[in-house]
Each structure stands twice: as structure tokens, then as C-alpha cells.
């Protein structure tokens, strides 16, 4: 038996892995996947692997499920905001443990920079060092959605510290290049 329905496509949810209780209603993920997406005729065509579309997939709705179960968070944010980086915007990962930066959107190095549920407040450091031009912010909140902002390195804050500091409610609410 569900635990309810999609208040916007009558959708089945049976747990937490179907959808997100939100205000007293389900939404289900995939409405929320599909918020703010543009028709496929307007979006540019991104070479994203979709198998890893479907992992990230799993992964947010496992994360999601896993909190409604035991009340606790799974530590895994920043990879989840590195996937959520390369299937929504097409940014090409480096390798494990590529030091500075994330990964490339067309000619530009990006580093990412996720804000989990857990985080009071919504700024992020980044080491002044790293080899990067673009700096993308993603917000994760205790529902399990996702927002992202991208900052041009040379708009960040100058300084001779270790560190640059950056706010996701500062930037630009543009989206990002390449993310359609």
C-alpha cells in the first residue's frame, strides 16, 4: 500500500526512494527531475553517459531513503555534488585525486564545492593555489534537492590568505555554462 501519491502527477510513493515529502504533500523524483528542465528540442546537447545519470539517480534516492530510515545522513555529499556537476552541466571529472580543480567545462577548469543539509550556513573555502578559473557551489538540502551556482575565479573575494570564501546566496543565481 503507498505511503501516498505525487501531488502533481498522481504517482504511487511508496518510500522515500519514490519522492520527497514536501509541505504536507509527495512530490515524486521524477517531477523533480523534471523542474526547470527546458523541452529536449532547447537543450544543447550534453555527452553525458546516461548509466551515470542513473547511478547519480540511485545514489540521491538511496541517500534520501537511508535519512528517512535511520534519521542520519550518509557522508557523501561531495561526490554527490561532483555527479550532480557532471550530468546536469557536462563537466568531464578528472581522475581520483586530481589536485586543483574538479574537472573542465569546454575550455575552463572547474572546482566544485558541495553544501550539504548539515552545513549552518552557506559558504565555502576554496585553497587560492588550485588550478581553476570557475568555481561551482552546489547546494544540497535535507530534501535531497539540488541548486548550483557558478563563480568566475577572478569575482572572488582578493587576498593573500590560503583561502578564497565564497556564498551561494552571493552569486549570481544564473545558471551555469552549459547547463541548458
Not at 526512494?17 to 544543447?44: A, K, M
Not at 556537476?85 to 567545462?105: C, M, P, W, Y
Request: hydrophobic share 35%; charged share 30%.
Amino acid at each position: 500500500m503507498p505511503l501516498g501519491y505525487c501531488r502533481y502527477t498522481g504517482v504511487a510513493i511508496h518510500s522515500a526512494s519514490d519522492g520527497v515529502w514536501d509541505d504536507g504533500d509527495w512530490i515524486s523524483w521524477d517531477y523533480i527531475w523534471q523542474l526547470g528542465q527546458e523541452s529536449e528540442s532547447e537543450q544543447p546537447t550534453k555527452s553525458v553517459d546516461p548509466e551515470l545519470t542513473g547511478i547519480f539517480e540511485s545514489l540521491v534516492h538511496t541517500a534520501a531513503a537511508y535519512k528517512e530510515r535511520t534519521g542520519r545522513y550518509l557522508d557523501i555529499f561531495g561526490e554527490l555534488g561532483e555527479l550532480y556537476a557532471e550530468v546536469q552541466f557536462g563537466i568531464e571529472r578528472h581522475k581520483a585525486n586530481a589536485t586543483g580543480s574538479d574537472g573542465r567545462l569546454g575550455d575552463d577548469f572547474v572546482e566544485v564545492k558541495t553544501i550539504s543539509p548539515l552545513k549552518k550556513d552557506d559558504k565555502v573555502r576554496v585553497k587560492r593555489a588550485g588550478h581553476f578559473n570557475k568555481l561551482l557551489i552546489v547546494k544540497i538540502t535535507e530534501n535531497f534537492f539540488f541548486d548550483a551556482v557558478m563563480i568566475n575565479r577572478k569575482d572572488l573575494a582578493k587576498g593573500d590568505g590560503k583561502f578564497a570564501s565564497a556564498r551561494f546566496s552571493d552569486a549570481e543565481q544564473d545558471e551555469p555554462e552549459g547547463s541548458g
